[in-house]
């Protein structure tokens, strides 16, 4: 645990003095971002030299209380020590600024004052990187500036040091800037709901609640924060946490969650937690911690940038060799392809991760959006990514002159209406929509896995699977093989119902296949996705239905949950990059051990929380747009570096010739910085 005081606070804004920093090096970086992953925390800044931590953070989200707390919690010995770079501010530009002028007007000794206090800075930190045997852009830095100073030119060394700070400043300001952008994105939807005090009721945003408020929600409302009921009961549709489609009902003293909605029924909620302490602020510790993940082209461009150095460093020391002219050389020192080859790529996949979450897709990282790029196959799990995984009827099948179709989805439907079973549902909810009466019927008996039974007109009623009535309840199939095999060879699922030891009937249902279920499978392939691959629990009979429907490469048919994570090892042993798409519980080994797991929005938490992707929203369509938002990222990146390479050598040849002196050189240099760092910000926008 961290020991801190509170130094200074106002609403929006607190500093700690945090004396342990005295012991730790390098955790600024690591403290910064396990604070960001705070839902509601805007900006971090911290200072190791001077043992304090400011925190931004909106007023509505948190309290002051929490954010100390939260840092209180921080064990330091668990840290991460990553070198941390100096935060340059307007107010660093602004001096040197001032420095520069001061140099070209002052008299020649008080200009080697103000420069020799300004580049200070610059020189001791490539001295400390040279002591720790570090050859890096920060030395190219310090000796460019440095050489101007030893030559008594104090208006190129400040002009040198006034683009440098300006070129650090406005780097470092485009990556604030893409992270502040994924905060943003965090904020939670705010709604209008009523508040309780005793007899009086008030409208109110969700925004000012706070822990112990009363609220009161009617069926239709999307629950704001995390609660218990006090009062009334509910259908509450959690399907956003669990991926479960059908209402849960909860009453007084049940818990409930933000996120979730009410289905049916008024209730009210005592606030036990708001901001980011409630359910919904799980997605923010899952973007930041995606962004402290570093992508395999990440860690090459890091190393091609540190090895750029050296060789700026060698062609630094040729030109001296070959021609004396230190100027020629503090010009070399100035470009360096170290800075647009590191930031370049984590502010595209930034941009990319923020236009991409506008779209409804969370990318878990670079790393996600770069091997998303080399998938070449694309396993789906059939239920809830190709079909809803709710059923629809399709067809009512009387099979004796007593009944009409209407009466036996009538009677059917009034049975089921005891069951919660997403078949029962889907009977009932026909039934509600040719709004058919309620028949009346005797007490329901749910045998699980098989069915249910009752009585109606004191016979027995037993409606499910042929298998339960056929061998539990001796119903003879017999007469009706024909047209029973003629509905099942259109790949319906049917739910047999019999009166009386005599099948009355049955009910034919199919799986509600997506809508864009076609035009993303179509998509994808003209992204490059080679073959589609379905895995599904049907019968091989219904499921090579769906896959001529879908025109789908290859089909696994009446598969186990447990071989999901088998057939997607046994693809990567032939060579094939695979994609899994699931949502349930028994698909997050598959969606693991894929070399890209993407997890539908409605999944349950667990496929959500090991897959590299998720699609917040419910539509398939959302993965052909993540392979196509990854194709442009990488692109992006690709060119990128070629940019780098091609303009700062150029650079690097024109000042090694004598064409630029060392001021040019840097405006040059920064520039392309800059300009390479601008296109990879602009991703974010469509």
């Avoid at 971090?44 to 304090?52: F, G, I, L, P």
């Avoid at 009334?232 to 818990?255: H, Y």
């Avoid at 969650?257 to 602020?281: C, F, L, N, P, W």
């Avoid at 080994?589 to 070399?595: N, S």
């Amino acid at each position: 645990m961290i020991a801190i005081l509170v130094k200074h606070h106002f609403p929006g804004r607190i500093r700690f003095k945090a004396p342990a920093l005295r012991h730790h090096q390098d955790v600024g970086t690591w403290i910064e971002s396990s604070l960001m992953a705070i839902q509601g925390i805007s900006a971090v800044r911290v200072n190791e030299s001077a043992q304090s931590v400011v925190v931004e953070y909106d007023a509505q989200l948190l309290q002051a209380n929490i954010v100390e707390a939260r840092l209180n919690q921080l064990d330091l010995n668990e840290a991460t020590q990553e070198k941390t770079e100096h935060k340059f501010t307007r107010g660093d530009v602004a001096l040197n600024v001032i420095g520069t002028i001061a140099a070209a007007l002052l008299p020649n000794k008080w200009g080697a004052l103000s420069t020799a206090t300004l580049i200070a800075p610059t020189l001791f930190e490539g001295i400390n990187d040279l002591r720790d045997k570090t050859v890096s852009v920060e030395v190219l830095d310090a000796i460019a500036v440095g050489l101007s100073a030893w030559r008594g030119d104090y208006r190129t060394a400040m002009m040198t040091q006034s683009l440098i700070s300006l070129g650090e400043y406005m780097e470092q300001k485009t990556c604030r800037n893409s992270d502040q952008l994924l905060a943003d994105l965090m904020r939670p939807q705010e709604s209008i709901v009523w508040r309780v005090d005793g007899t009086e009721r008030t409208q109110v945003n969700s925004s000012t609640l706070t822990v112990g408020d009363i609220i009161e929600l009617a069926p239709g409302v999307s629950i704001p924060v995390d609660g218990t009921i006090v009062k009334g009961a509910a259908l509450i549709n959690q399907s956003s946490l669990t991926g479960e489609n059908v209402p849960v009902r909860r009453e007084q003293s049940a818990v409930v969650y933000s996120g979730t909605s009410v289905h049916e029924g008024t209730i009210q909620v005592r606030v036990d937690k708001v901001g980011s302490e409630a359910t919904t602020a799980k997605i923010a510790k899952l973007i930041y911690d995606s962004l402290s993940e570093k992508s395999e082209i990440q860690q090459v461009t890091q190393d091609m940038a540190n090895r750029r150095v050296k060789i700026t460093l060698g062609i630094g020391a040729a030109v001296f060799a070959l021609t004396q002219d230190l100027n020629r050389v503090a010009s070399v020192f100035l470009v360096d392809y170290s800075c647009a080859l590191k930031l370049s790529t984590p502010v595209t996949f930034k941009s990319i991760m923020y236009r991409a979450a506008q779209q409804g897709i969370l990318f878990k990282g670079g790393s996600a959006i770069e091997k998303l790029v080399n998938v070449d196959t694309c396993v789906f799990d059939k239920t809830g990514t190709l079909t809803h995984g709710d059923m629809q009827v399709t067809d009512v099948i009387p099979l004796c002159d007593t009944n009409s179709a209407r009466d036996l989805l009538a009677i059917a439907a009034s049975v089921e209406e005891h069951s919660n079973h997403p078949l029962s549902q889907a009977v009932v909810n026909a039934a509600k929509h040719n709004q058919l009466p309620h028949i009346e019927h005797g007490e329901v008996e749910y045998v699980i896995a098989h069915g249910l039974k009752s009585t109606m007109n004191n016979h027995e009623l037993v409606m499910g699977s042929r298998h339960f009535l056929e061998v539990h309840e001796q119903v003879d199939f017999t007469p009706f093989e024909a047209v029973i095999e003629s509905y099942e060879a259109q790949g319906r699922h049917l739910v047999f119902i019999s009166h009386q030891n005599r099948l009355i009937g049955m009910i034919g249902l199919r799986d509600h296949l997506r809508e864009d279920a076609r035009d993303t499978l179509n998509a994808l392939r003209q992204f490059g996705v080679k073959e589609l691959i379905m895995i599904t629990g049907d019968s091989q009979y219904k499921a090579n239905i769906l896959a001529d429907e879908l025109k789908l490469d290859r089909v696994f048919a009446e598969a186990v949950p447990a071989e999901k994570s088998t057939i997607v090892e046994a693809l990567q042993s032939e060579g094939r990059t695979v994609m899994f798409v699931g949502d349930g519980v028994n698909d997050a080994p598959a969606l693991t051990i894929a070399d890209v797991g993407i997890a539908m929005g409605r999944g349950t938490e667990l496929a959500r929380q090991v897959a590299d992707v998720v699609l917040l929203r419910d539509q398939l369509y959302g993965l052909a747009e993540a392979r196509e938002l990854a194709n442009i990222a990488m692109s992006v990146i690709n060119s990128n570096i070629k940019i780098a390479e091609y303009v700062n050598s150029g650079i690097m040849l024109a000042a090694a010739l004598g064409w630029l002196n060392p001021t040019m050189s840097a405006l040059l240099h920064n520039g392309t910085t800059l300009s390479i760092l601008s296109r990879s910000a602009r991703l974010k926008y469509k």
